[in-house]
């Protein structure tokens, strides 16, 4: 009795080639490698949120303990202060990681209406103009060309121009940070401009990537800005871009529909 022993190959290509399909024991170890990816990704979002939330929640027991002892009106009203400013922290945390699991699972949507690109800009310049001045920068706000009516969520385009204007204020020392609004086409295109150290090359397709700002080290949060930026933008059916030289500035542009164009 003669046993016949067939290899088991997968199709023949067109080129004559034998596709070799993928073994169980890869896809087990392709399923663990994913599984440890994933896991590492759990354990790198919960530090990341500890050590965010560790600051303010140590700043409010320490504020409602002295608040308890201290008797003087103008020191309660301190630790009062100190209190709401770090829940406001705690806060702007929480809505940054719902804002990027929203993103990420699909669920986020923008209410778009009608929105007055100048009318924007303007509160971008009450918002940060002191600020900038504190820090002895120029903050320049640009917004004399005709910029037909935008098809926006004003209030995510306020939350997209205030994390680009305050990342750029944050890492620039002297000099100035520029915000600027110019009609394209059936688009309006925006651009924060500083004059800041710039960003290295290699880190350049990184930047948009969830917690990319703590990995690299650069001054700032939680590196959660970026991504909540892009998906903002994103969801309004724009694109996001951003050109950078080491010792030079960077500059961070992103075009959104107008009215006519939707």
């Excluded at 770090?86 to 949507?109: H, K, N, W, Y």
């Excluded at 640009?142 to 939350?159: E, H, K, M, N, T």
């Excluded at 996001?240 to 080491?246: D, F, G, P």
Aim: glycine share 8%; charged share 30%; hydrophobic share 40%.
């Amino acid at each position: 009795m003669s046993i016949r022993i067939q290899k088991e190959t997968g199709p023949v290509s067109r080129d004559g080639r034998i596709e070799v399909a993928a073994r169980p024991r890869d896809r087990r170890a392709e399923s663990i490698a994913a599984l440890e990816r994933g896991i590492r990704s759990r354990d790198e979002v919960l530090a990341i949120v500890a050590h965010d939330l560790r600051n303010p929640l140590t700043i409010i027991k320490s504020s409602a303990e002295l608040l308890q002892l201290t008797t003087d009106e103008d020191h309660r009203r301190e630790l009062v202060d100190m209190i709401f400013t770090s829940c406001g922290r705690m806060q702007s945390l929480v809505g940054d990681l719902l804002d990027v699991a929203r993103i990420e699972s699909g669920g986020f949507t923008v209410d778009r209406t009608d929105v007055d690109a100048a009318d924007v800009l303007e509160e971008m310049r009450r918002m940060f103009e002191s600020a900038a001045a504190e820090k002895g920068i120029r903050f320049e706000v640009d917004a004399s060309g005709f910029v037909p009516p935008l098809y926006a969520d004003r209030s995510r385009l306020i939350q997209i121009l205030a994390n680009l204007v305050s990342n750029a204020l944050r890492v620039t020392d002297s000099g100035t940070v520029r915000l600027t609004v110019e009609g394209d086409r059936d688009k309006a295109r925006f651009s924060v401009a500083d004059t800041g150290p710039g960003i290295p090359a290699a880190e350049l397709p990184h930047l948009f990537d969830r917690f990319w700002q703590v990995r690299s080290s650069r001054r700032g949060g939680a590196g959660l800005g970026l991504a909540i930026v892009k998906g903002f933008v994103e969801a309004h059916q724009g694109t996001i871009e951003v050109t950078s030289e080491v010792g030079a500035g960077s500059s961070f542009s992103f075009v959104i529909p107008c009215l006519r164009a939707a």
